[in-house]
């Protein structure tokens, strides 16, 4: 009933930039936290920037000061922007979305398919 679609990952060099979309759609009432996570190879995944339903942020250490999460629900849309990156960011990024269902009124927790970033010179 709602499909979560990532778009932007790519190849860039250290010091780059990439901006993350994850665009929502399906039988949506309403959105609570909305995150994005990334699994590197051999690695398990973690969470690396969360959005609450009423705006505040958190990140993970690592990323602090370098990234920025965003949320548009007028487009059901969030965004990752990706600053001075890294070749330890490289790793397979996944948006998560709390979304509250039209049809049903409750909450169910949805993952996107993933897309690659990978920083390399």
């Known amino acids: 009933q709602v499909q979560l679609v990532e778009s932007g990952g790519g190849l860039v060099q250290p010091g780059g930039s990439l901006r993350l979309s994850c665009a929502a759609s399906g039988m949506i009432l309403s959105y609570n936290d909305m995150n994005w996570y990334r699994q590197a190879p051999g690695k398990q995944r973690e969470l690396v920037a969360r959005?609450?339903?009423?705006?505040?942020?958190n990140y993970a250490d690592s990323v602090k000061g370098r990234f920025t999460i965003s949320r548009d629900d007028a487009v059901n849309t969030v965004y990752l922007q990706m600053n001075s990156l890294k070749p330890e960011d490289t790793a397979v990024y996944y948006c998560?979305?709390?979304?509250?269902?039209?049809?049903?009124?409750?909450?169910?927790?949805?993952w996107g398919q993933g897309t690659q970033v990978t920083v390399s010179s």
């Open positions: 959005i609450t339903s009423k705006g505040s942020t």
């Open positions: 998560n979305a709390e979304i509250k269902l039209v049809t049903t009124k409750r909450t169910y927790d949805y």
